[in-house]
């Protein structure tokens, strides 16, 4: 294709959040989604989505794609495509501008096809063996070391987040991955941010008002079950007969 054609096709790769969403209704999204952002405009910083309904059971015949899609908007998430919906409700949303789309969209690899791989290669003459893979790095780790307000938030784009000071009530902290907090957890603390359903929240003394991980999320209105209250904690997603949910448990650290 000559250098000056009117249009060209370049590989890239984009980080696209997998949103995992269990309804379509637009009160109960509204909610969910404020309880974990804050309703906080600038919140995904403008980054892409595809809405994933693998998890979500009795969907309705119907939804408003429009309206999902501006919501979701309204906190800086573009949603671009969804997978795992019911054929009509694909063909919905393809119709509104969301294709549905494989696994392969989210970062997981697929086999290659039959026709792709050569039955009968042809010799080759030997060759030295390859060197040895580069050692794939550590994630990256980030170290938060002073007390977090009421009303403020601090987020670990990408990352682990360590905490060695307090999270006061009305205050958040967000990881994309693991959330460790050495300290008295007050406040929110939304853990897996994208989407990686591994992740945990750690904390030497749970007095939290909501925990989260992967979007799955518990609050505490009435207050920390009292065997739990200020004692350490751990929060991680598992699995059960109708499929993940958060669990809550006593840490033990002797």
């Known amino acids: 294709m000559a250098k000056d054609s009117a249009i060209q096709f370049k590989g890239t790769t984009l980080k696209i959040i997998q949103t ?8 109960l999204l509204h909610t969910a989604l404020g309880e ?12 892409l989505a595809v809405l994933d309904f693998s998890e ?8 408003d794609w429009t309206a999902i899609r501006q919501l979701l908007q309204a906190s800086g998430l573009h949603a671009i495509a969804t997978r795992g919906l019911p054929a009509a409700l694909a063909a919905a949303a393809d119709a509104a501008g969301l294709p549905a789309v494989g696994a392969e969209a989210l970062g997981r690899v697929s086999r290659p096809k039959a026709a792709d791989v050569p039955t009968a290669p042809p010799p080759a003459p030997a060759v030295a063996a390859p060197p040895p893979p580069e050692p794939v790095p550590a994630p990256h780790t980030v170290i938060l070391d002073k007390p977090l307000r009421s009303g403020q938030r601090f987020y670990a784009k990408g990352s682990d987040l360590i905490v ?3 999270i006061s009530a009305g205050a958040e902290v967000i990881a994309d991955g693991n959330i460790h907090v050495y300290a008295p957890l007050r406040g929110r603390a939304l853990a897996g941010a994208s989407g990686d359903k591994n992740a945990r929240i750690f904390t030497t003394s749970l007095e939290a008002e909501l925990v989260s991980v992967a979007g799955l999320y518990r609050t505490f209105e009435a207050g920390v079950p009292a065997e739990l209250a200020r004692q350490p904690a ?19 650290l002797r």
């Not at 974990?36 to 980054?47: A, I, R, V």
């Open 234 to 252: 751990t929060i991680s997603l598992r699995e059960d007969g109708d499929g993940l949910r958060l669990t809550v448990a006593p840490l033990a």
């Open 36 to 47: 974990l952002t804050g309703n906080s405009p600038d919140f995904f910083e403008n980054e």
């Open 20 to 27: 995992q969403l269990r309804s379509t209704d637009l009160a």
């Open 56 to 63: 979500a059971v009795d969907l309705p015949a119907t939804a």
């Open 164 to 166: 060695m000071a307090m």
